[in-house]
């Protein structure tokens, strides 16, 4: 009989679904207090789980749900940036 492999699941900050880990995408503060998209979800650091859509990160955003999950203020820059790479991602399916 075949071993059942559990799949992680993660909560989006964002809608507060439960998903597996693999279909969110992870916002990490590194060690040196940056705070980057992380499409391998392999970066060090601090960790949160968002939907990969726009809608889920515009209300993680008015709630600052990153904010306080990060431990850390995001700059205008940082979300320009995702936003873009959420934009490229919804327009990919």
């Given amino acids: 009989m075949a071993k059942v492999r559990k799949i992680p699941l993660r909560i989006c900050v964002g809608c507060r679904e439960k998903k597996p880990k693999r279909e969110l995408v992870r916002i990490v503060r590194t060690p040196e207090g940056e705070v980057l998209l992380d499409l391998t979800g392999k970066k060090s ?3 949160v789980y968002i939907c990969p859509r726009e809608a889920c990160f515009k209300q993680a955003l008015k709630a600052k749900q990153l904010e306080k999950n990060l431990e850390r ?14 934009e490229q991602q919804e327009d990919g399916r």
């Fill in 45 to 47: 650091g601090r960790g």
């Fill in 73 to 86: 203020s995001i700059s205008e820059e940082v979300i320009a940036e995702i936003t873009a790479l959420l």
